[in-house]
């Protein structure tokens, strides 16, 4: 299986602020890899697939870099509706695994 | 609209059977890869099960191989994920997600429907 390490496992941060979470896969991915965002009692949310590519509706502020087994998410100006936890998925091979999850929270 | 709609969790004890189901509306589920998804309390995502569109392949965690079937009623346009040997650690939110194939991100997920597993 393959392993994804997400950093960190939380941060703090103010609104405005840049925010920067990262993925680590235990091989290459081939850019198959997701961004989701999920807040309490809901379900998740996918915010970039394909690495970068954002989808439809997802506020401009949001996007994923990357390639080969490092990836990125990037919040460039955080907004108090981006308070959630956030978490990659590879979609590469069957079974398709997760990061352990980013809890970002207000500083 | 999309929407998915989870129903069945509840309380089971070990060894015992749930059978959860998720009502899509707004596309036709056979045309579409469905995954399960499941959130131990306070913890993560983790990946159970997907159903392929077309075809109706299926695949599994190692976790729950053996134990749990999912499928599909494309009359009904509703995905079930029967599940088996229920242990105390498959407690869990369980959730149902849309794909495009069983190797793709999902785009759309249904709120999900709790199991708990205990005597």
């Known amino acids: 299986d393959i392993q994804m390490t997400q950093s960190p496992s939380s941060l703090s941060a103010s609104v405005r602020d840049r925010v920067t979470i990262t993925c680590r896969a235990s091989?290459?991915?081939?850019?198959?890899l997701a961004w989701y965002q999920q807040k309490p009692g809901k379900g998740p949310k996918l915010l970039v697939y394909?690495?970068?590519r954002l989808e439809s509706g997802v506020p401009s502020r949001f996007s994923g870099s990357g390639s080969g087994t490092d990836y990125t998410l990037t919040i460039s100006s955080l907004q108090p509706d981006d308070f959630a936890t956030y978490y990659c998925?590879?979609?590469?091979?069957?079974?398709?695994?997760f990061g352990q999850g980013t809890k970002v929270e207000i500083k | 609209e999309v929407q998915l709609v989870e129903s069945g969790g509840g309380l089971v004890q070990p060894g015992g059977s749930l059978r959860l189901s998720c009502a899509a509306s707004?596309?036709?589920?056979?045309?579409?890869?469905m995954c399960w998804v499941r959130q131990a309390p306070g913890k993560g995502l983790e990946w159970v099960s997907v159903?392929?569109?077309?075809?109706?392949?299926?695949y599994y965690a190692d976790s729950v191989k053996g134990r749990f079937t999912i499928s599909r009623d494309n009359s009904k346009n509703t995905l079930y994920l029967q599940m088996n040997s229920l242990r105390a650690d498959d407690t869990a939110v369980y959730y149902c997600?849309?794909?495009?194939?069983?190797?793709?991100?999902?785009?759309?997920w249904g709120q999900g429907t709790l199991v708990t597993v205990s005597s």
């Open positions: 159903i392929s569109g077309a075809g109706g392949n299926t």
């Open positions: 394909g690495a970068s």
């Open positions: 091989q290459d991915i081939r850019n198959s």
């Open positions: 998925q590879q979609s590469y091979i069957i079974p398709l695994t």
């Open positions: 997600a849309k794909g495009t194939t069983v190797t793709s991100e999902s785009d759309y």
């Open positions: 707004g596309f036709s589920l056979n045309n579409y890869a």
